[in-house]
């Protein structure tokens, strides 16, 4: 009883941050995305795909979650958008205090578009609001058809799905129907993108939403 408790408070603690995100980025216009996916899934490629194909046109920036090291905000800062490194030193997922302290690193009246890449990992991210706008499931072909099923919770509270690395799906057991289909038991109202970061298919209807988001 005690642990539910203490992370019944927890909970409420960081839902009350991020409604004072939310509203701050609502004053300021800024779309805020939270990236989320289990690790190998191509998040940090496919973000940085998205941000040269948006650069010119929309005014991004980056917050990095990570476990350990900086090496993903390096290379984001490759493509010349600000970007601020959370490390969580073991800690599984990011949280609104976190993101409210990466703020004070970041000129959001500079910013159209908030790109929070959370740590990866399809379980505790899906528990905690950041203030985001968006809660974006990114998953790869190579992953199998089931996370759905295996990870419900993830799906739910997702507002969009992008399945990655489709380039792959000729040389992998992977129904992409039956994966949809798993998805949309669980959140009818998911919105799919089908994108390869390599190849580059399926970005310009990504990236084209992104832009209506503006």
């Given at each position: 009883m005690s642990v539910i408790t203490v992370e019944r408070k927890v909970l409420e603690k960081n839902d009350?941050?991020?409604?004072?995100l939310r509203d701050q980025f609502t004053r300021q216009n800024v779309t805020v995305l939270n990236l989320l996916s289990s690790p190998g899934s191509g998040k940090?490629?496919?973000?940085?795909?998205?941000?040269?194909?948006?650069?010119?046109?929309?005014?991004?920036?980056?917050?990095?979650?990570?476990?350990?090291?900086?090496?993903?905000?390096?290379?984001?800062?490759?493509?010349?958008?600000?970007?601020?490194?959370?490390?969580?030193?073991?800690?599984?997922?990011?949280?609104?205090?976190?993101?409210?302290?990466?703020?004070?690193?970041?000129?959001?009246?500079?910013?159209q578009i908030l790109f929070i890449e959370n740590v990866g990992n399809?379980?505790?991210?899906?528990?905690?609001?950041?203030?985001?706008?968006?809660?974006?499931?990114?998953?790869?072909?190579?992953?199998?058809?089931?996370?759905?099923?295996?990870?419900?919770k993830m799906f739910r509270v997702a507002n969009v799905c992008v399945l990655n690395k489709i380039d792959l799906l000729d040389y992998l057991d992977f129904d992409i129907v039956r994966f949809k289909e798993n998805a949309r038991m669980i959140n009818p109202n998911l919105h799919f993108f089908d994108t390869s970061a390599k190849t580059g298919d399926g970005l310009d209807k990504w990236t084209d939403w992104l832009e209506h988001l503006i």
């Open positions: 009350q941050v991020a409604e004072m940090t490629t496919l973000l940085e795909r998205t941000l040269e194909l948006l650069r010119g046109h929309i005014a991004t920036a980056v917050i990095e979650g990570d476990v350990q090291t900086d090496i993903d905000a390096q290379r984001i800062a490759r493509h010349h958008v600000p970007v601020v490194q959370i490390i969580t030193n073991g800690g599984c997922h990011l949280d609104a205090m976190l993101v409210r302290d990466a703020l004070a690193k970041l000129a959001l009246d500079d910013i399809l379980v505790c991210p899906a528990s905690y609001d950041l203030g985001e706008k968006f809660k974006v499931v990114i998953v790869s072909t190579t992953e199998g058809d089931d996370k759905p099923v295996k990870y419900p």
